[in-house]
């Protein structure tokens, strides 16, 4: 099992970035992908989580309106659209994988994890 986030940068307050997830050795058609983030100094955060099954979705509060999740199942990916970037999202982002239809962001529930990709929000 391989989890491979990407699309991490730099970029101004107000802009927007893609991520991805992309993932191998899993069957993406009946899992729940979680997206998290940790920032310096702080404790890791979930951020959003789609189940592959039927596209169900999840925003935490403090990304809900600015973020989507979306799935393509064919090419086994994830991702995570991010508008409207604050310098408070800035952190490490790590996509995470869990066998459905446990829908959650209980970060201990979930077995295979990627190894993040850094985003920075700043002028």
């Known amino acids: 099992v391989q989890i491979v986030e990407s699309g991490g940068g730099l970029v101004q307050p107000g802009g927007s970035l893609r991520l991805s997830c992309a993932a191998s050795g899993l069957p993406l058609n009946d899992y729940a992908i979680g997206w998290f983030r940790q920032a310096p100094g702080e404790e890791r955060e979930g951020v959003s989580y789609i189940y592959t099954s039927d596209g169900s979705t999840y925003y935490a509060d403090s990304v809900k309106g600015r973020f989507t999740i979306s799935r393509d199942n064919v090419k086994n990916t994830v991702y995570l659209q991010m508008n409207s970037l604050k310098p408070e999202d800035t952190a490490i982002y790590y996509c995470?994988?869990?066998?459905?239809?446990?829908?959650?962001?209980?970060?201990?529930?979930?077995?295979?994890w990627g190894q993040g990709t850094q985003v920075t929000i700043s002028s």
């Open positions: 995470a994988a869990l066998s459905g239809p446990i829908l959650t962001l209980k970060e201990e529930l979930y077995p295979y």
